[in-house]
């Protein structure tokens, strides 16, 4: 793992959320789960590890021709395998901590009124956004899959997949009364540049982040929900990738 930095907001906050995403991530060796819970857990109270995995069952449809059904049941079957290693290394081990909380919770424990208020609110605005939407799209599965070409099932596959996280790219996770608005993302390092992974890294979907917070007229329809929520911030915590 690279050297990362707890911000003093986050630190104050007492609580952290770290996003997963299923498939290829970093949290998938005990060490590497370690490495990043230990210093959380050191700085943060209450720390919570979400596992994005009923989102991500879009991303299992892009290479693969498949149903929907059989791209739940994978995600599942990933989310469930993550839950329990990163449950098994905070048992075994012992964290700097020890009044730290970390819970682990899976997407559907995130969705409630709120959320699915948000959601409708973001789907209404897309509109204004849809190309922005399937331009990030298109990047990703190019980053993704290079030698997939870009159909519009494709494209339509990961823009739903956008769509139904925005809520949480933007304003974060709400979950046991407790607005989770630090977020750390765990992801490997861009090809190319390992002495400086923060430079040489973009993310599309921030492009699509940026969009709809600048759109007043969203803003004020999203904080009819939120209220005084504060904006997500993102960390991302860079891995060196897997010798294959």
């Not at 990043?36 to 590890?49: C, I, Q, T, Y």
């Not at 424990?109 to 609110?121: A, H, R």
Request: proline letters at 6%; one cysteine or more; aromatic letters at 10%.
């Amino acid at each position: 793992m690279y050297p990362f930095s707890i911000s003093e907001d986050s630190a104050t906050a007492g609580h952290c959320v770290v996003v997963i995403c299923v498939g290829k991530h970093p949290l998938e060796t005990d060490q590497n789960i370690e490495d990043l819970l230990r210093p959380l857990s050191a700085k943060h109270h209450d720390v919570l590890v979400l596992i994005c995995d009923d989102p991500c069952k879009h991303d299992q449809m892009i290479p693969r021709s498949m149903t929907i059904p059989v791209a739940e049941k994978m995600v599942k079957e990933c989310g469930d395998q993550t839950i329990a290693q990163i449950n098994r290394v905070i048992k075994d081990w012992k964290f700097d901590n020890p009044k730290s909380n970390i819970t682990v919770i899976r997407w559907a424990e995130i969705i409630d009124e709120d959320y699915t208020e948000l959601l409708n609110i973001v789907v209404r605005f897309r509109g204004r956004f849809e190309d922005l939407i399937r331009g990030s799209a298109g990047e990703y599965i190019h980053r993704r899959v290079p030698t997939a070409r870009l159909t519009e099932r494709r494209l339509d596959y990961f823009a739903q997949h956008l769509i139904d996280c925005l809520p949480l790219y933007i304003f974060g996770a709400k979950y046991g009364g407790n607005r989770y608005s630090h977020a750390y993302h765990p992801i490997f390092t861009p090809s190319g540049n390992d002495h400086d992974p923060a430079a040489s890294y973009r993310s599309p979907v921030m492009d699509v982040v940026s969009a709809y917070c600048n759109d007043a007229e969203f803003m004020e329809k999203a904080r009819r929900v939120t209220l005084d929520s504060p904006l997500i911030q993102w960390n991302r915590v860079f891995f060196e990738k897997p010798v294959v």
